[in-house]
């Protein structure tokens, strides 16, 4: 049985046990055509800005997209940029990245039918951890709702440009932090693993 954990007046009840949640939770490539809501959405955000901050200062913003045409469009957009960058500076990795961006078929955003980005307002301390903190928020109470996600950390650096920025008419002071696209999983992955947790207990 859930934890009928409700957030916010738009939040629909939680289905899941924390716990399932976290441990079922995945990074997704792979979606269906089905549309995520507006409401559904306003729901995870709601789960998301529970995130603690510094002072409570809240200390994010959401920037929304729902038509898969134009994520696709900023798919291509950032695979050119990243391309690019990978040219400038030859490297054994960024070979590798190379290869992977000049395969026609690969789309970065992996053609997801909703990108979320996660901002960060310059006027708060410790505003990129709070959004982090959020971000996770967000992957935990979509994978509760059965919505799959994945946090596209390559596409960050485009999404901060300054001309990004200005093309989207998002403020220009504000860092993109989590970039993340979202839908419904045609399938979901098994766990990769983890590996042992390297602690020191302090006596």
């Known amino acids: 049985m859930g934890t ?69 469009d900023l798919s291509d957009q950032v695979k050119d940029w990243l391309l690019n960058q990978t040219q400038q500076a030859p490297s054994e990795l960024n070979q590798a990245l190379t290869e992977i961006l000049t395969d026609p078929g690969f789309s970065l955003l992996h053609h997801a039918p909703a990108l979320l980005l996660i901002l960060a307002k310059p006027s708060a301390n410790q505003a990129i951890e709070a959004c982090c903190l959020a971000a996770e928020n967000f992957l935990l109470a979509a994978r509760d709702e059965g919505i799959a996600t994945c946090w596209i950390g390559l596409s960050r650096p485009f999404f901060d440009l300054r001309s990004t920025k200005v093309e989207l008419g998002l403020p220009e002071a504000y860092r993109v932090v989590a970039p993340i696209i979202l839908g419904y999983p045609k399938a979901w992955p ?14």
């Not at 979606?31 to 800005?49: F, G, H, V």
């Not at 409570?56 to 994520?71: E, G, Y």
Request: glycine residues 4%; contains cysteine.
């Open 4 to 72: 009928g954990f409700i957030v916010g007046p738009s939040c629909e009840r939680r289905t899941m046990e924390l716990a399932d949640a976290i441990l079922k939770r995945r990074s997704v490539h792979e979606y269906t055509n089905a549309p995520i809501s507006r409401l559904m959405i306003q729901s995870l955000i709601d789960a998301a800005i529970q995130a603690p901050s510094a002072m409570n200062s809240q200390p994010w913003a959401f920037c929304v997209f729902l038509d898969r045409r134009r994520i696709d």
């Open 190 to 203: 098994g766990s990769p693993g983890r590996q042992p947790a390297e602690i020191r207990w302090m006596d």
